[in-house]
Each structure stands twice: as C-alpha cells, then as structure tokens.
C-alpha cells in the first residue's frame, strides 16, 4: 500500500498546472544525493488510500492536476493502487502526473497519466530546469502517445 509523507499545492512540478502533490515514500532507487532522502523509507508516513478522497477535496477548487512523486515500492499493487486514484482524480476534472526515479521508458502501466517525469537524479545534470538533465518531462497527446515538454522547465 502507498505512503505519504506530505502533500501541498504547487505550480512548478508540472508546466502549466497548478498541482496537488502528494509525496510517496518507499523509493528504492537511493539516489546519491537525494534531495528528499527521508522519501526511501518504506511506509514512512501515512496510508494514502485513509486521506487521498480528502486531500484532493482540500485543493480541488484550486487544482488542475494531481501529482504523485514518486511510485513507492514499485509493487504490482501499487500500480493498481495508482490507477484508481487517478481514475478518482480524472473524475473529478484533474489531471494526472507522475514523478519517476527511474531511468525507464514509458511503461504501459504508466499511460493512465497525463504527464510522467522519468529520469534518476545525477548532480551534475541538475533537475529538470537544467538544460542538460537527463530527466525528462512527457505530456499525453491527442494520440495517446508523449511528447517531450522538458524544455518548459527551461523559459522559467
């Protein structure tokens, strides 16, 4: 089951959107300098199916988009876990995004979410606001396939 840690509201994880970001715990991928190290505790924090309904009825008037960061554990039940928060979230007018450590294509389990960052973090290729990141920023087309939008990050 997915942790939380915190959520808030916020207009720079996802370019043009004003976003509820929800922070998952559970990371395995012990990137070296992390920047949110307490993030790769497993269930650190609180169960996110006990408060999701309410956090997002907390900013839904202000939000555009829900925002996971991060995909926990990477479990089989995590991922269906994923689905019906998202479905919940496109249900109510959201749209849907998720932060990913990995260094991985898009996933066919990925495709319920509009927006997907992929990439693991390396300090000398900086964020996504870098112009030399290795991370990536992908937004859903009229296609159902992603394009590239990191160059967004790069005009703030």
Avoid at 2 to 29: A, D, K, M, N, R
Avoid at 91 to 110: A, F, H, P
Wanted: charged letters at 20%; proline letters at 4%; a negative charge.
């Amino acid at each position: 089951m997915l942790h939380y840690t915190e959520f808030c509201l916020s207009p720079y994880e996802v370019p043009g959107e004003q976003s509820i970001c929800i922070y998952i715990s559970g990371c395995i991928h012990k990137c070296p300098n992390c920047h949110y190290p307490e993030l790769q505790l497993p269930d650190n924090g609180e169960l996110l199916y006990k408060y999701f309904s309410d956090i997002l009825a907390l900013y839904l008037k202000q939000a555009s988009c829900i925002c996971f960061l991060g995909e926990g554990m990477e479990l089989p039940q995590e991922k269906n876990e994923f689905a019906l928060y998202t479905e919940y979230a496109h249900n109510k007018g959201l749209k849907s995004c998720l932060y990913s450590g990995r260094d991985t294509v898009i996933e066919q389990w990925m495709h319920m979410f509009d927006y997907i960052k992929l990439g693991s973090y390396h300090e000398e290729f900086g964020t996504l606001d870098s112009v030399i990141t290795n991370q990536r920023m992908y937004r859903k087309n009229n296609n159902n396939g992603y394009d590239d939008v990191t160059y967004l990050f790069w005009d703030r």
